[in-house]
C-alpha cells in the first residue's frame, strides 16, 4: 500500500527559482572565478596534443566510396554515413533539389550534470576538442557521447560520468528530452539532452569544470567558447520567464504550429551521394557546383584526450559565417521573437521552429529584391544600438568543420517585422519556447542556442 | 503599439471547467435526449441507401496492383497505397517480419466543432457510413476529411462545416495536434485532432447533431457507437484531473519516456508488396499463411450521403476481435494507468504510449508461459467487479474492415501488476497522459480511445 505521502509532485516549482538563483551568480563560483577560465581552458589545451589536418579522401583510414551508390562509410558500418538525398516540398522554384547528408542514425546523449554548491547549481563543464573547432577546444557538456562512445566500438577509453545518465534513479533528472540536430545536414539525427543532479561526491578530472550558469551566461558572451552541444543542453534548462500573458495562448501558438506541419508536404528520400547532380567529387572536396552550401572534406585528427589518440573522418564545412537571429519586440510590456516555421529536408516531423534568420548570406547573395530571404536585410542592416546580443559560436566540431554563425537578438519595430507577420512566421514569447523545447520536434537547434544565451542571462531582453 | 490589456493568458485555466460541466450533462442536452439517440441514429441509417459487399480485387474500380512491386494502388495516385514494410527491432526471436501496410502521406482533418447553449458547451457530431463498420453507421466529428475530400479529388460534394476548420480565426481552438493512426497499419500515418469553439449560429445539417460530454460517455458506454475519429479527437480535449501528486513527476515521466525512445532501435523500411514472406495473395485476399494478424481485402460500397455515391476500395481486415485495455491501480488515493512505451512499425518515431495490453488474443493463442504477451492474462481472467469500463468498440471504418476491439479498464493489485513493472511499463496518472496528448507522437490511438472515455466520464476511475 502507498500512501499518499509518497507521492510527488508531477511539477517541481522550486527548479525555476533554483535555475534563477544559479543564473544570478556570475564572476565567481565555486568551481574557479570566470576571470580565471580563459588561463584555464588555455591550460588544457596545453596539456594535450590536438592537430588536425586535411587530407584527400584516399587518405581515410577506414573509410571508403562505397561501390554502386558511391556513400562514403566507414568499414565498420558504424559512426555515420554520408549519403545523398532528394527534398521535394510542394511546387515553387526552390521545391527540390538534391544534396549530401549526413546518415547517423543512433541516438547519442548529451548530458549535463549539476550539483549544489552553497546552495547554488553548478554544472559540470567539460574542455574538449573536436577537429571541427576553429580554436579546436570548447566547453562541452559534461557528457557528449555517441552510443557508438559509450558501448566501446571506438575501442578506446570509457566516457567519464556517462554513469550518472544511463543509470537510472542515480540522480534526480531536470531535462531530459530528444531533440533534433541540424535538419539541413543530418537524416533525421536527434539526441538525447539530459541535466542530472546529483548529491553525490563528484571526483573532478582535470579537464572539467564547475560553473554555474551565471558563469556559462559570461562565456556565452564570447565567442566560441561554449560548444553546441553544450547550448542545446542549457535551452532544456526550464527556467522561467516572467510573463504576465503573450499575443496568442499556447493553444493558439500549438494550433498555428499544428497548422504549419500541415500544409507542408516534405518528402525526403536517401538516394546515393554518387551523381548527385550540381555536386562535384574531387581528390579533397564534394562541392557544390556555384560553390554554395557547404563541402565534404576529410580531415586527419591528433588529440591527447579524446576516447581514441588519433583518427580520420569526413566533415561538413559550410562555404561561409551564418547569421542566426531572433527579432525582438515587446507587445503590452512582454519580448516577444519571431519564431520562423522551417522546413529542413533531414527534419522528422516536416518543420520545427527557427530564428527569425537563419541563413548564410553567400548563399543568397545573388538574389535581389522580392528574392531575397525574408527579414535577412533588417537583421544584417541593424543599427548598432539595436543589436541586445551578438557572439559567433560553431555548430557540433564533431561533424562541421569551421561552421560558424553570428548568433544575435535584434530588436526591431513594426516597419521591418510586423505585429501580423507573412505566413510561417509567429510572435513568442520566450517563455512559450521554453515550454515547448520540453519536448521534442518543436525547436530547431539554431534557435536553442538562442535560447540558451537566454536561458543563462547571457541578455535580458 | 499594443497595450498590455491585449495580452492574452497563455492558459485558458476556465476551459476544464467549462469542459467538467458540459461532461457533467447527461441524458438532456440542447440537442436531443440521449434516451432518443438510437432512434435519431436509426432514422439517419434509414434515411440513406447504405451497401458494403465484398468484391474480389479485379472488381475494384481505379485500383490495381502496380506493375513491378505488386503494391495495389490508385490510378489517380492518389487517396492511399498498401504496399509491403520490413521492421527490424535490435536483436530477439520477433526482431524482424514484413507485413502489408497502408501508406497515405497525406494529413486528414478530424474536427469537432463545439458551441455553448444555455452555458454548457456541446459538440457537433455527424451520424456517418464508413463501410468497415459492422454497422456502419456510427457517430463521426463534426468533420472527418483527407486532404482530397475537401481539395476535391473525390469529384464529390463540399465538406460540410470545414471552414470552421481551415479558416484561422474564424473560431476559438480548443485543441489541434497532429495524432497518429494505427502503428501496425498505417505508415506513419497522423491526422489533425481538432476542437474548434464558435460563437456564430450554426445551421444544423440533418445528418448531425449537438451533444454535451455527458452524453458522448453515455454513448461510450455503448458498443460501436463513437467511432474511432471521434474518440481520438475527445481524447485531445483538455480536461481536469483531480490529482493531488503522480507516484513519477512529469519531468520524470517525459525521461522515462525518452529513454524508451531511445533504447529501440527501430529500422523500417517500405517494400514491394508482391513477394511478402508469410503473406499469400488471393483472388480476394492478402492473407497471413498462418491466418494471424490480418488480411487485405476489397469492398463495393454504395452510399446515399457521402462526397461520391458508390465507390470500390480496399480495407485491412483483422482476423479476430481485440483487447484494449489500462490496468488500473491506486497509489496514495490517485488512480494510475499502466501505461505501455510500445514500438510499431509505422510509428514516425519508434515508440508511443499504448494500453497496458493491446493485442488480438488470437494471434497469440499459440503461445504459453513467459511467451504469452504481459498482462494479457490479467486481463482476460479479471474477475467482473474489478472491470471498472468495458465497450466494443471499432477502429477507423474508412480503411479497416470489422476491426473492433474490447476497450477495458481494469482494476488489478500488486500480484499481477507490481509498484515496480517490467521495462518498457510505467504507471502514469489520467492528468499525465491528458498533458501528453496535447503533444504529438506521445500517445497512441488506442490508449486515446480509453482517455476519450475517462474525459467524457464514461467511467469515473
Redesign the interface.
Known amino acids: 500500500m502507498?500512501?499518499?505521502?509518497?507521492?510527488?509532485?508531477?511539477?517541481?516549482h522550486a527548479l525555476p527559482t533554483r535555475l534563477a538563483r544559479s543564473a544570478a551568480v556570475g564572476s565567481r563560483g565555486a568551481g574557479m572565478p570566470t576571470a580565471r577560465f580563459a588561463d584555464w581552458l588555455a591550460g588544457r589545451a596545453d596539456a594535450h596534443r590536438f592537430r588536425v589536418e586535411r587530407i584527400p579522401f584516399t587518405g581515410l583510414d577506414g573509410w571508403s566510396f562505397a561501390d554502386g551508390t558511391g556513400n562514403l562509410v566507414h568499414r565498420s558500418g558504424r559512426f555515420f554515413t554520408v549519403e545523398g538525398l532528394h527534398v521535394a516540398i510542394g511546387d515553387g522554384p526552390d521545391a527540390e533539389w538534391r544534396q549530401p547528408i549526413i546518415k547517423q542514425?543512433?541516438?547519442g546523449i548529451l548530458g549535463i550534470l549539476a550539483k549544489e554548491f552553497d546552495g547554488v547549481l553548478h554544472f559540470l563543464m567539460q574542455a574538449k576538442m573536436e577537429p571541427g573547432n576553429r580554436n579546436l577546444l570548447q566547453l562541452s557538456p559534461t557528457v557528449q557521447a555517441t552510443r557508438s562512445n559509450y558501448t566501446r566500438a571506438h575501442r578506446g577509453s570509457d566516457v567519464k560520468y556517462i554513469d550518472h545518465f544511463i543509470r537510472?534513479g542515480r540522480g534526480r533528472?531536470?531535462?531530459?528530452?530528444?531533440q533534433s540536430e541540424h535538419g539541413s545536414w543530418f537524416f533525421r539525427k536527434s539526441n538525447?539532452n539530459?541535466i542530472v543532479e546529483t548529491t553525490e561526491d563528484v571526483s573532478l578530472d582535470e579537464d572539467f569544470c564547475w560553473l554555474t550558469l551565471g558563469q556559462l551566461g559570461e562565456l556565452l558572451r564570447l565567442d566560441n567558447v561554449v560548444n553546441m552541444d553544450a547550448r542545446t543542453v542549457l535551452a532544456c534548462a526550464?527556467v522561467a520567464h516572467d510573463?504576465?500573458?503573450?499575443?496568442?495562448?499556447?493553444?493558439?501558438l500549438?494550433?498555428?504550429f499544428?497548422?504549419e506541419?500541415?500544409r507542408h508536404?516534405v518528402?525526403a528520400e536517401r538516394v546515393p551521394l554518387a551523381g548527385l547532380p550540381d555536386w562535384v567529387r574531387g581528390e579533397s572536396t564534394i562541392e557544390h557546383v556555384h560553390g554554395r552550401y557547404f563541402r565534404v572534406v576529410a580531415v586527419a585528427v591528433e588529440a591527447g584526450n579524446r576516447e581514441v589518440p588519433s583518427w580520420t573522418q569526413p566533415l561538413f564545412e559550410p562555404v561561409d559565417l551564418g547569421v542566426t537571429a531572433f527579432a525582438v519586440r515587446s507587445?503590452?510590456?512582454?519580448p516577444h521573437l519571431l519564431a520562423h516555421a522551417r522546413v529542413e529536408g533531414g527534419f522528422?516531423?516536416t518543420v520545427e521552429l527557427g530564428p527569425t534568420v537563419q541563413y548564410t548570406p553567400r548563399n543568397h547573395a545573388h538574389l535581389t529584391g522580392a528574392a531575397r530571404p525574408p527579414f535577412l536585410d533588417a537583421v544584417l542592416g541593424a543599427a548598432p544600438e539595436r543589436i541586445r546580443y551578438e557572439a559567433v559560436h560553431s555548430e557540433e566540431g564533431g561533424r562541421f568543420l569551421n561552421a560558424e554563425s553570428r548568433c544575435l537578438f535584434v530588436e526591431t519595430d513594426a516597419a521591418t517585422t510586423p505585429?501580423e507577420p507573412p505566413p510561417g512566421y509567429r510572435w513568442v514569447?520566450p517563455?512559450?519556447l521554453n515550454s515547448l523545447v520540453?519536448?521534442?520536434?518543436y525547436v530547431n537547434v539554431q534557435a536553442r542556442t538562442l535560447l540558451a544565451v537566454l536561458a543563462a542571462g547571457a541578455v535580458r531582453l
Chains 1, 2 share one sequence.
Open positions: 502507498i500512501p499518499a505521502n509518497a507521492l510527488t509532485a508531477r511539477t517541481d542514425p543512433e541516438i537510472p533528472v531536470l531535462a531530459d528530452v530528444l538525447r539530459m526550464p510573463e504576465p500573458g503573450a499575443l496568442h495562448s499556447d493553444t493558439e500549438l494550433s498555428w499544428t497548422a506541419r500541415s508536404d518528402r507587445f503590452g510590456g512582454v522528422l516531423d505585429d514569447t517563455g512559450q520540453r519536448h521534442g520536434h
